[in-house]
Nanobody, 124 residues
Framework: QVHLVESGGGLVQAGGNLRLSCSAS????????MGWFRQAPGKEREFVAA????????NYADSVKGRFTISRDNAKNTLYLQMYSLKPEDTAVYYC?????????????????WGQGTQVTVSS
């Protein structure tokens, strides 16, 4: 089992940058595929980005491709989401999730463990 805690959210102006972190407990973090999802007010949770267990493959939603970068440091048991050129429509609660299969899935159902989320607010 893995316990996930997100951090790094906050309020930023449009065009600004933020880096989210997801700290994972447990010795098996390096075997998990990891993903970032987000949920805006009144909307369903949606896929943002995912990375395979060794960082070899990544996957991005079209809406963030070219602006967001997902990465991981297995030695630190930490997942990152670097967000550039933020837009008001990026405002949401961002969640990290872990997948025991080690892949970089886009679907929520593939992920067994979830963090509590961190709020990102982008002002116009």
């Amino acid at each position: 089992q893995v316990h996930l805690v997100e951090s790094g959210g906050g309020l930023v102006q449009a065009g600004g940058n933020l880096r989210l972190s997801c700290s994972a407990s447990g010795r098996t973090f390096s075997s998990y595929g990891m993903g970032w999802f987000r949920q805006a007010p009144g909307k369903e949770r949606e896929f943002v980005a995912a990375i395979s267990w060794n960082g070899g493959t990544t996957n991005y939603a079209d809406s963030v491709k070219g602006r967001f970068t997902i990465s991981r440091d297995n030695a630190k048991n930490t997942l990152y989401l670097q967000m550039y050129s933020l837009k008001p429509e990026d405002t949401a609660v961002y969640y990290c999730a872990a997948d025991r299969q080690g892949s970089n899935y886009r679907r929520e159902v593939e992920y067994e463990y979830w963090g509590q989320g961190t709020q990102v607010t982008v002002s116009s």
